[in-house]
């Protein structure tokens, strides 16, 4: 007979792996506590409801940045007590401003009294910087505010409130760093902020020019992206010539964006910035001198190592932004005049996996805001330029000067264009003159395409055969003006390629049916099957048959009346 165990068996945990309950610490609010009353001052509440009811918009949409939707509610609060109630103190008595209460009873209004309705973006569909129309139309928005940090690009349909947010700022630290950069009292200087620190610009420019400096312009803020200083007023006689600014130097408040700074630095004789960053940051420097020659460079090599790309890509950034779609056929004119192919994506927030799917692409260029226009190509497979610098890639070796200037906007770009259509109208004597560029007459450059010269890849050496290959030839036309001698080619038809040439849908080459052809191998379904179906020639030719039908529970099968 077995042995009965002495003890009972051990069904609970050891002591020793005993689960310790400990008390895990809630996470740390990374954003700051405020009060309603600094809510109510930083947002300037006053300043909102007094735009709105001025305009008379009922319908209003609050646009906050990710780092400010923690105050989105009592924003949202603060603002409908105010636009709803006119009070100003407490009918109790007590003292207490109800303008500063949130989250409290709600006051019974009617549709009569109160017809303002506000409605809290909490997603942006391009950059915060950025109005966001789109999301704002989905609720039928009359007007949108703004809140935080704003790159001012003019709208196309709806109005804007723009509210900075007043940011604390040391004074006293920023005039220290002013003087010991800045020995000379004589030296101009233009001072200028980020827009969050605009409201103490004239606090800082009255102590400076107290402390003997006389040559100080404060830079105030004004919608226009275009002026020298992107969206700020400029001293005197700067307006009407822009290239007095490079005798000035540059005092920044707050790190620029880097389409800024390049703007910036190509304009003025220096820049110094002022770092807001905690002074807990690494490396950090109060004030240093922004040098941005490395930058520019780069971006030079970037656009001339795309000047033989065949096939670009062009990036709709924006649906917001005014002008947007004229800039887009000027840049789609362009590539075209140029013999190379453009395609038109639409999209988001730019990243490298959405434009990795597309590797017919040679080069991007994004049509966006002036600030996120910009887009640092390391993290992506083809380059990405901007609008300015596409221009300056299409030209060729000879025309291609450029004075170190930069330009982030699109709107100069066009500006620039339409100078020189009217110095060429003007020019222009013989309207049966040709191109003023090859001064050949239309279909001479074609005719002869060995005459071309020959193109190479600045960064291999390489010859590039095929680097406009929208340029029709003699290999795609006959002497009839047919395709190869084909009759009733469909404008939207697919032609058969002799070898060697390119793919030609009816009339015209396609690099990307090409690119699909010669270099993807998977082209669909069936394509792993190596049927050739499409050639008259094909002996394994597969007949389409009828398969099933039905629905999940039973299938009917083609050749009988059963189900499976």
Wanted: proline share 7%.
């Amino acid at each position: 007979m077995a042995e009965l165990p002495s003890a009972p068996p051990a069904l609970s945990t050891p002591a020793t792996h005993t689960f310790d309950d400990n008390v895990v610490p809630p996470p740390t609010l990374t954003h700051p506590f405020r009060s309603p009353e600094q809510t109510y001052l930083r947002y300037e509440v006053d300043r909102t409801v007094a735009e709105i009811k001025k305009g008379k918009w009922r319908r209003i949409a609050l646009q906050f940045p990710d780092s400010m939707l923690p105050d989105a509610p009592t924003v949202f609060e603060q603002l409908s007590r105010r636009l709803h109630e006119s009070p100003t103190t407490n009918p109790n008595g007590t003292g207490n401003d109800p303008r500063f209460s949130t989250f409290g009873n709600p006051i019974p209004t009617t549709e009569e009294s109160s017809p303002e309705k506000l409605f809290i973006l909490g997603d942006t569909s391009y950059g915060a910087c950025c109005v966001d129309e789109i999301a704002a139309e989905h609720v039928n928005a009359d007007v949108v505010v703004h809140y935080g940090r704003a790159c001012l690009s003019p709208t196309a349909r709806l109005p804007v409130i723009h509210i900075f947010t007043k940011q604390p700022l040391a004074i006293d630290s920023v005039i220290e760093a002013f003087e010991s950069v800045y020995q000379d009292h004589t030296r101009p200087v233009v001072l200028m902020s980020d827009v969050t620190y605009a409201s103490h610009l004239h606090e800082i420019g009255a102590k400076l020019s107290g402390y003997g400096y006389s040559s100080i312009f404060t830079a105030n803020i004004r919608h226009d992206p275009t002026s020298p200083l992107p969206n700020r007023t400029v001293p005197e006689g700067v307006e009407t010539d822009p290239q007095k600014l490079r005798g000035w130097h540059l005092f920044h408040i707050s790190s620029p964006p880097d389409s800024l700074l390049l703007t910036l630095s190509s304009r003025v004789s220096s820049v110094h910035v002022y770092s807001t960053a905690s002074a807990s940051t690494p490396e950090w420097k109060a004030v240093s001198a922004a040098s941005t020659s490395v930058a520019l460079r780069r971006r030079y090599a970037l656009l001339t190592s795309v000047s033989t790309v065949p096939i670009f890509g062009i990036l709709i950034n924006t649906l917001s932004v005014k002008n947007y779609l004229h800039i887009v056929d000027h840049v789609q004119s362009s590539i075209s005049a140029a013999g190379k192919k453009s395609y038109t994506f639409v999209v988001g927030k730019i990243n490298a996996a959405k434009v990795a799917n597309f590797s017919e692409i040679g080069a991007w260029v994004v049509i966006g805001c002036w600030e996120s226009s910009l887009v640092d190509s390391k993290d992506f497979w083809k380059p990405i330029l901007t609008p300015f610098e596409l221009e300056l890639a299409l030209a060729s070796d000879e025309e291609r000067i450029w004075s170190g200037e930069w330009k982030s906007d699109f709107q100069s770009v066009l500006e620039e264009a339409s100078r020189q259509s009217v110095n060429y109208a003007s020019n222009k004597t013989d309207p049966g003159e040709g191109s003023s560029v090859t001064g050949l007459q239309d279909g001479d450059f074609d005719s002869e395409p060995e005459s071309a010269p020959p193109e190479f890849d600045l960064r291999s050496g390489r010859f590039v055969s095929q680097s406009r290959p929208m340029q029709t030839s003699r290999d795609f036309r006959g002497p009839n003006g047919r395709h190869n001698g084909q009759h009733n080619v469909g404008g939207f038809a697919l032609v058969r390629r002799p070898k060697g040439d390119i793919v030609a849908i009816g009339n015209q080459a396609s690099p990307g049916a090409e690119f699909l052809q010669s270099s993807r191998s998977w082209r669909g379904l069936g394509s792993d099957l190596n049927i050739e179906y499409d050639r008259p020639d094909a002996s394994d030719a597969t007949a389409i048959e009828e398969g099933r039908s039905g629905i999940a529970r039973g299938y009917l099968n083609a050749q009988s009346t059963g189900r499976t």
